[in-house]
């Protein structure tokens, strides 16, 4: 499975009610995307609409098409799903912008696999997460909440976690940056996320 991220620069102006489930619909018409989702910066003049694909060649297609607003976009592979109960109004978008060497991208893969998910798991009102990686090994991570407080919950968690037995600190150099959206639409199959509007 493979992930288009386009970045958009909002316009409060034309917000109307709806707005994020249309604009995804503008970007993606009728493609065959098995989901799409759009993200809101909070406090932000930003957001991310996110499509997944079956394969890379219609990923690679996808990250072609612009609308109004739209600055950027990249193809991911899926590395890794997880579920979560939780309704999904809240996603911490966690980027790694620098191109990772293939034992930090390991180190980093171990650490959310062994470490970070097993101690947020059973946190309240965690929604699950999108581990998506590009060709030169840069990646995002994708974490949805039900709630802002769900979502410091999980932070909280994540920075009180100590390193497992052979992990290496100097593999593990951190995000580039760290964003928080609200999540304004989602059809993404693979967690069952249900957004407002569907």
Same mark, same amino acid.
């Given at each position: 499975?493979?992930?288009?991220?386009?970045? %958009?620069?909002?316009?409060?102006? !034309?917000?109307?009610?709806?707005?994020?489930?249309?604009? /995804? @619909?503008?970007?993606?018409?009728?493609?065959?995307?098995?989901?799409?989702?759009?993200? @809101?910066?909070?406090?932000?003049?930003?957001?991310?609409?996110?499509?997944?694909?079956?394969?890379? #060649?219609?990923?690679?297609?996808?990250? !072609?098409?612009?609308?109004?607003?739209?600055?950027? /976009?990249?193809?991911?592979?899926?590395? !890794?799903?997880?579920?979560? /109960?939780?309704?999904?109004?809240?996603?911490? $978008?966690?980027? %790694?912008?620098?191109?990772?060497?293939?034992?930090?991208?390991? $180190?980093?893969?171990? #650490?959310?696999?062994?470490?970070?998910?097993?101690?947020?798991? #059973?946190?309240?009102?965690?929604?699950? %997460?999108?581990?998506?990686?590009?060709? =030169?090994?840069?990646?995002?991570?994708?974490? %949805?909440?039900?709630?802002? =407080? /769900?979502?410091?919950?999980?932070?909280?968690?994540?920075?009180?976690?100590?390193?497992?037995?052979?992990?290496?600190? $100097?593999?593990?150099?951190?995000?580039?940056?760290?964003d928080v959206h609200r999540v304004l639409h989602t059809s993404l199959?693979?967690?069952?996320?249900?957004?407002?509007?569907?």
């Amino acid at each position: 499975m493979y992930a288009t991220v386009h970045q %958009f620069r909002r316009s409060h102006a !034309d917000e109307s009610e709806g707005w994020g489930h249309a604009l /995804a @619909a503008e970007l993606h018409p009728g493609t065959g995307s098995p989901g799409t989702c759009t993200l @809101a910066q909070v406090g932000g003049l930003t957001g991310l609409v996110v499509a997944l694909w079956r394969d890379r #060649g219609s990923a690679l297609a996808a990250a !072609d098409r612009r609308v109004s607003g739209v600055f950027d /976009a990249r193809v991911y592979e899926v590395a !890794d799903v997880e579920g979560g /109960a939780a309704e999904p109004r809240i996603a911490q $978008a966690t980027w %790694f912008d620098r191109p990772l060497t293939a034992a930090q991208a390991d $180190a980093a893969r171990f #650490g959310g696999r062994e470490r970070i998910w097993p101690a947020v798991r #059973g946190l309240d009102g965690v929604g699950g %997460f999108y581990v998506l990686t590009a060709e =030169d090994r840069s990646s995002l991570i994708l974490g %949805f909440t039900e709630s802002i =407080d /769900a979502m410091e919950a999980v932070q909280k968690t994540v920075m009180g976690t100590e390193l497992l037995p052979g992990e290496d600190p $100097a593999l593990l150099p951190g995000p580039d940056r760290v964003d928080v959206h609200r999540v304004l639409h989602t059809s993404l199959p693979s967690l069952g996320l249900v957004g407002e509007p569907r």
